[in-house]
């Protein structure tokens, strides 16, 4: 029973910011990476940018420069700072958590909702 959980979507003009934040909550040992991917109708699910519990980040390319991922220390909690919106990043953001379960061996990747973020004036 691991869930993760988004919020923080919304509606934003072109060139304005929003911030997700991601929990997850249940039987966890560790978590080895949390991340963020988008998905707009019709399309793929698309990689946005991922932290591992060292703090080494990646991202995409078309978000570098302009959203920041992070993670709250001794906090299963990771967040997607985004600034400079585009009508393009319109999508519906999840949440990915690679993680260790108690008295399991091994990761796996567990999946938030997803939290709705609309870029338009």
């Known amino acids: 029973q691991v869930q993760l959980v988004e919020s923080g979507g919304g ?3 072109p060139g304005g910011s929003l911030r997700l934040s991601c929990v997850a909550s249940g039987s966890i040992v560790s978590i080895n990476r949390m991340g963020w991917y988008s998905q707009a109708p019709g399309k793929q699910r698309e990689f946005i940018a991922t932290i591992t519990g060292g703090g080494v980040t990646v991202y995409a390319d078309s978000v570098k420069g302009r959203f920041t991922i992070s993670k709250v220390g001794g906090t299963n909690t990771v967040y997607l700072q985004m600034n400079s919106l585009k009508p393009e990043d319109t999508a519906v953001y999840y949440c990915n958590a690679r993680i260790g379960r108690i008295g ?13 973020v609309t870029v338009s004036s």
Do not use: A, I, K
């Open 11 to 13: 509606l934003v003009q």
């Open 104 to 116: 399991r061996s091994g990761l796996s990747d567990y999946w938030g909702q997803g939290t709705q």
